[in-house]
DNA sequence: CGCTACTTTGACGTTTCTCAAATCCTGTGG
DNA sequence: CCACAGGATTTGAGAAACGTCAAAGTAGCG
């Protein structure tokens, strides 16, 4: 089952390199991400160190096996992690939402690829002097180990998914799980009436369900025929009512929302 | 090791409570347990709060949902982590061999369901001295993010076995996984001819693999029908070529042996 | 030596995939 | 502002993989 390779030609182009680095202080992410229980004078170690890269839609962050000289956090955007086999089969094993964490400190070499799905910023570390800090700050390596345990219930959770639930469930999943991060992202519950826009493709979508895309967009449309969801263009999706996807989702109640 | 009567397999007899605990400097996992970097007098501290406990097979360990008085690391046996849909549908979410940990700490009740697959020995903590604990020795809490980010890639590679790998795959691999386990017990490398136990039932397997337990015994008599594997009895299989089961596999190489 | 639970096998149904073609956005250039 | 190019998406038809239901066969234990 070979599969069309990816699209993006124009990945070879280098990441832009933000200089003006804005304070920790003001970061969006500064209360979630891997600095998050850092005190004043931790931020400023911190602050000498980082850097920020940006990366198109569709460019590759890192390749599996590449060395990794940097570790890092998103700020914004959305990247997946993605796995292969020879023949071409794809499986995205993780999506870095803003405040997620990339890369394994003391680990030389890549695991996965990592693509940017929508525009990416990512506020990166150089990956020796990260490793030494994490060894000197135990917030740091607390908050790490927090966020990598979290990291393992959603990977857990998505094992459930991809190995017990059908086409329609995955989608409705999916939605769902986007349209709790939007709530998210505004502070509120997830209910009622809600807009949302779909970070990835139909091919990223089914590379990440485990499904072909035509069985996403065919599920999608039973979605939209059914009356659960309305399409806006391309990856604009309006839930009428937040509960009706998640009855589709398979879970019980407002499923794996953890904390 | 204290014997559990065998009246008990019916399950819901509590767990036997070991009273004299061998040293940790004899522990059999003493090197790769969330322990491995601890010196004598941290030992020591370990020693003093640790308690046994065994489980037969089909036994529950814990139940998702209940409270966790405890955490612990895997002395002997197998244990599986399920999820489940509310209509009944199961995936295991994860195998507890050898030296893995179970529970999260921090963290009230437990996430999944843990069941015993084979007889099982468990080395515990309480929970709140452990939390204390490693608030304080950076040595567990260093091994314990170690241990978190291998048992993350491991779910990842298992997530791209569920979302991309056929049945026949899934089987070759799990063999695999299993072969690769038991030549690490004896210290030597995966090859050749190699006899194994599977460690868990057909049904286990299945809800391991994302696929119904017909399919599972379908794929199993094809993969012997093939010459690609000999059974043995119910849980006994012979590997002519441990290469042979790689190739049907799907992965490159001798795949996700990170270490 | 006979249960009992686990496993295998068969026939058939359903879901999802594959291959192919049409249609729709989105950004670009006239 | 509109037409157009080109990727992204949708839709269709048929095939393959896997699941479901049912029945028969074994291993292993007492």
Redesign the interface.
């Known amino acids: 089952m070979p599969k069309t390779s990816l699209t993006q030609i124009n990945s070879q182009v280098p990441a832009t390199t933000a200089q003006g680095a804005p304070r920790c202080g003001e970061c969006p992410i500064r209360y979630r991400a891997v600095c998050a229980q850092c005190e004043t004078d931790e931020l400023k170690v911190l602050e000498q160190i980082k850097f920020y890269r940006s990366y198109e839609p569709g460019q590759p962050i890192i390749w599996e096996g590449d060395r990794m000289d940097f570790v890092g956090s998103v700020v914004t955007g959305v990247a997946s ?1 993605t ?1 292969t ?3 071409g ?3 995205v ?2 999506l870095l939402l803003p405040s997620d964490f990339l890369g ?1 400190p ?1 680990r030389e070499r890549a ?2 690829n990592a693509t940017a799905a929508t525009k990416v910023v990512l506020c990166c570390f150089r990956r020796k002097p990260f490793d030494d800090l994490m060894r000197e700050t ?1 917030h740091i ?2 908050r ?3 966020m ?2 979290d ?3 959603a ?6 998914l ?4 059908t086409a329609r469930e995955k989608i409705a999943s999916f939605i769902a799980i986007v349209a709790r991060r939007e709530a998210a992202l505004q502070k509120r519950r997830p209910a009622g009436r809600m807009e949302l826009e779909l970070p990835l493709t139909r091919e990223a979508m089914a ?1 990440y ?2 499904l072909t895309l035509e069985t996403v967009s065919r599920q999608v449309s039973a979605l939209k025929r059914d009356g659960v969801i309305e399409l806006k263009g391309k990856r604009g999706v309006i839930l009428p009512d937040f509960s009706r996807i998640v009855d589709e989702s ?3 109640a407002d499923g794996g929302m ?1 904390d």
């Open positions: 992690l796995q086999l020879e023949d089969r794809t499986q094993v993780g394994r003391g695991a996965y135990p390596a607390h790490l180990l927090e990598t345990l990291e393992l219930d990977a857990r959770e998505w094992m459930l991809l190995g017990r639930k590379d369900l485990g398979g879970d019980d953890v």
